[in-house]
């Protein structure tokens, strides 16, 4: 069995940045998620404790976690929320 990784440290919240019409932008996630990485978090919590997910849709969601963890190139664990 291999044992259970801690987690330990800043895991921010990301709240999505969404334009006028509700569509993600990315590449300001992107931007965000370089920039918390260079000042050191320890992980990424998307559709978290920001309260915006009931709000999104499912293909939006979907969005989200797949632009930050592509961004982050497994340099940080992510925690996506669900619900």
């Known amino acids: 069995m291999i044992p259970a ?8 919240y990301i709240a999505a940045p969404l334009d006028e019409s ?3 932008k990315d590449d300001v996630l992107r ?13 990424l919590t998307p559709l978290g ?8 849709d499912w293909p939006t969601k979907k ?5 930050l963890v592509e961004a982050a190139v497994g340099r940080v ?7």
């Open 5 to 12: 990784k801690e987690f330990s440290g800043i895991f921010p």
């Open 22 to 24: 509700g569509g993600l």
């Open 31 to 43: 931007d965000l998620v370089n920039h918390l990485i260079s000042k050191g978090v320890h992980g």
């Open 49 to 56: 404790s920001t309260g915006e997910g009931p709000y999104l």
């Open 63 to 67: 969005s989200v976690v797949e632009v």
């Open 77 to 83: 664990p992510v925690g996506a929320g669900v619900n």
